[in-house]
């Protein structure tokens, strides 16, 4: 089956404990890209990904990382997360215009 | 940016009756879809229509590039189109600016 996997799918944690929030997917997509939903505020992004070894900067990039060293993985890494990024946060890849996005992972910085 | 503005924020219906959400965005863009967020929390790509008009179902979107808006129509709605529609557009291939979404609830 097609899809975008995420994990975890929820996390509690404490200000400044790194993490990282992984996402795969099978599809065999070049491009995919981060977004954090927050209420009324809609999806932003906040990194994407082209291709291998090429990340650029969303709209909200600030306070996170990412790599890109195989086509399916696209991990999102907050080195000292603060409670400013509780959040809701999607995985998304895409080929051509069509974009599939994975299950969501909700973060709570305490 | 891109602003995008969707219109209305809120809509609750009944079961069956007919709806229609409007998305204005303020650039010319080549790539505007629509998304449904069920009360789940999943993320469905509904349409990608940077132009023109496709029907999907009871679902159909038109966009009007020249005069930047797009509509999502909703035939016979049904409690499960209940969720967040979201409009997205986007300049380029690489980056989507989102809509705050309009909620719809549908009640039996």
């Known amino acids: 089956e097609a899809q975008v996997t995420q994990n975890p799918r929820y996390l509690i944690t404490v200000t400044g404990k790194k993490l990282t929030v992984t996402c795969s997917q099978n599809?065999?997509?070049?491009?995919m890209s981060w977004y954090r939903q927050d209420p009324g505020l809609g999806l932003r992004q906040i990194y994407y990904?082209?291709?291998?070894?090429?990340?650029d900067k969303g709209d909200v990039p600030e306070g996170y990382k990412v790599s890109r060293k195989e086509k399916r993985n696209f991990p999102l890494i907050l080195e000292s997360p603060s409670p400013n990024q509780t959040s809701l946060y999607f995985c998304?890849?895409?080929?051509?215009?069509?974009?599939?996005f994975g299950p969501g992972t909700r973060l709570t910085v305490t | 940016g891109i602003q995008v503005e969707q219109s209305p924020p809120d809509l609750i219906l009944q079961e069956g009756a007919n709806s229609t959400l409007r998305c204005n965005f303020s650039d010319s863009v080549n790539n505007l879809q629509w998304f449904h967020q069920n009360p789940w929390g999943q993320l469905i790509n509904l349409f990608y229509?940077?132009?023109g008009t496709k029907q999907n179902g009871r679902l159909s979107a038109t966009t009007v590039a020249t005069e930047r808006y797009s509509l999502l129509y909703i035939s016979s709605s049904q409690t499960t189109d209940s969720g967040v529609y979201f409009c997205a557009v986007g300049s380029g291939y690489s980056t989507l600016t989102f809509g705050k979404g309009t909620m719809l609830l549908v009640s039996p």
């Open positions: 229509i940077p132009s």
């Open positions: 998304a890849s895409k080929k051509g215009y069509e974009q599939y």
């Open positions: 990904s082209m291709n291998v070894e090429v990340t």
């Open positions: 599809m065999n997509h070049e491009y």
